[in-house]
C-alpha cells in the first residue's frame, strides 16, 4: 500500500472555493476509490473507477467530481456545491473492481474549510 | 442499499483478554469481508479477510468467521496486547451492477487494551 501517493496531507479551504486532491498510484492497479472519512461514521464511498476514462458514483457524491485520463491517476476535486467538505479524504486502489479483491489505501488528506 | 452493521462502537478490554466485534451485512450477494486496522490519523490497513466459501479464518492472533445464512462475521482478538488499541473497521463487498462491486463499511469500533 506504500504505491498510492495522496497530496496535499493538509489544504486549508475557504468556503465558495473548488479544490483538488491528488491520487496517484504505481501498483498497476485497475480500479480506484475515494472514500470520505468522518468521525464516527466510518467510510464513505464517494466515486470509483474500474478502468480509463470512466467512473461511477458511489454512496455520497454529491458536491464531489473525479476523472480518469490515466490508470496512474484519479483526481477528486471537491466543489462549493459540497456543504460539509471538511473531512479526511482516503484514495484506494484494488486489483480490479472488487468480487474479492483487498483495497489498498493511500496516506490520507485532511481537508478542513475555513 | 447495502447496509453493514458494525458493534460495539467502543471495547475496553485488559491486557491479555480476548475482543470480539461482529458486523451484520444485508445483501447476499456479497461474497468478501476483509477486516482493517486504523492507527490514529493513519490510513487503514488490511489484517485478515475471508470469502464467502470459508467458515473462519485464523492468522496467529487474529481470526475471523462467517455465517452466510445469518449475514453476519466476527473478529476475534485473544492474547489482546497495547498495541492492538485502535479503530477496527469491517467490510463487505457490495455488487454494483455491470460486473462492478465495491466496499462498505461498518461505522467502526474502537478497541482500547489497557495494560
Known amino acids: 500500500d506504500g504505491g498510492i501517493t495522496q497530496s496535499p496531507k493538509y489544504l486549508f479551504r475557504k468556503e465558495g472555493q473548488n479544490v483538488t486532491l491528488s491520487c496517484e498510484q504505481n501498483?498497476?492497479?485497475?480500479?480506484m476509490y475515494w472514500y470520505r472519512q468522518d468521525p464516527g461514521q466510518g467510510l464513505r464511498l464517494i466515486y470509483y473507477s474500474q478502468i480509463v476514462n470512466d467512473f461511477q458514483k458511489g454512496d455520497i457524491a454529491e458536491g464531489y467530481s473525479v476523472s480518469r485520463e490515466k490508470k496512474e491517476s484519479f483526481p477528486l476535486t471537491v466543489t462549493s456545491a459540497q456543504k460539509n467538505p471538511t473531512a479526511f479524504y482516503l484514495c484506494?486502489?484494488?486489483?480490479?473492481?472488487?468480487?474479492?479483491?483487498?483495497?489498498?489505501f493511500g496516506e490520507g488528506s485532511w481537508l478542513t474549510v475555513v | 442499499g447495502e447496509n453493514v452493521e458494525q458493534h460495539p462502537s467502543t471495547l475496553s478490554v485488559q491486557e491479555g483478554d480476548s475482543a470480539v466485534i461482529k458486523c451484520t451485512y444485508s445483501?447476499?450477494?456479497?461474497?468478501?469481508f476483509p477486516w482493517y486496522k486504523q492507527e490514529l490519523g493513519k490510513r487503514p490497513q488490511l489484517i485478515i479477510d475471508?470469502?464467502?466459501?470459508?467458515g473462519e479464518k485464523k492468522d496467529q492472533r487474529i481470526a475471523v468467521t462467517l455465517n452466510k445464512t445469518a449475514k453476519h462475521f466476527s473478529l476475534h482478538i485473544t492474547e489482546t496486547q497495547p498495541e492492538d488499541s485502535a479503530v477496527y473497521f469491517c467490510a463487505a463487498s457490495i455488487p454494483r451492477g455491470s460486473g462492478y462491486s465495491t466496499l462498505t463499511f461498518g461505522k467502526g469500533t474502537m478497541l482500547l487494551v489497557s495494560p
Open positions: 484506494a486502489s484494488s486489483p480490479r473492481t472488487l468480487g474479492g479483491n483487498t483495497i489498498y
Open positions: 445483501d447476499s450477494a456479497s461474497n468478501y
Open positions: 475471508i470469502r464467502s466459501n470459508v
Open positions: 501498483l498497476n492497479h485497475d480500479a
